[in-house]
Nanobody, 128 residues
């Protein structure tokens, strides 16, 4: 059974950093696109990053591009999202998702409907 479990969220002051984890089970991450999205209260789900190891494909949303980094641990079948220089407007629930039919992180990676499985989310709150 495919499952994604996020962790690592919390309360941080502006300018702080967090590393979010997305642990996958029931499948191996390498052949599939893995994305991070976020959703603030009253807002639509927003794409943050996409990574697909087998095609060496990666992309980031412009709003976070200079402040986030994606990495993976193949042994743990886990993807990480490093968030730096956090701002109050980064406050949201962060989700990871996988698209089993996606060929890479092309133009459509920002669309939530491209993804087949989602984690339950982890809350990130940036506040002083």
């Amino acid at each position: 059974q495919v499952q994604l479990v996020e962790s690592g969220g919390g309360l941080v002051p502006p300018g702080g950093s967090l590393r979010l984890s997305c642990a996958a089970s029931g499948f191996t991450l390498d052949p599939y696109a893995i994305a991070w999205f976020r959703q603030a209260p009253g807002q639509e789900r927003e794409a943050v990053s996409c990574f697909m190891r087998i095609t060496d494909s990666m992309d980031y949303a412009e709003s976070v591009k200079a402040r986030v980094t994606v990495s993976t641990d193949r042994g743990k079948n886990t993807v990480y999202l490093q968030l730096n220089h956090l701002k109050v407007e980064d406050t949201a629930v962060y989700y990871c998702a996988t698209g089993l039919q996606m060929g890479g992180c092309g133009a459509t990676w920002v669309r939530p409907r491209e993804y087949d499985y989602w984690g339950q989310g982890t809350q990130v709150t940036v506040s002083s």
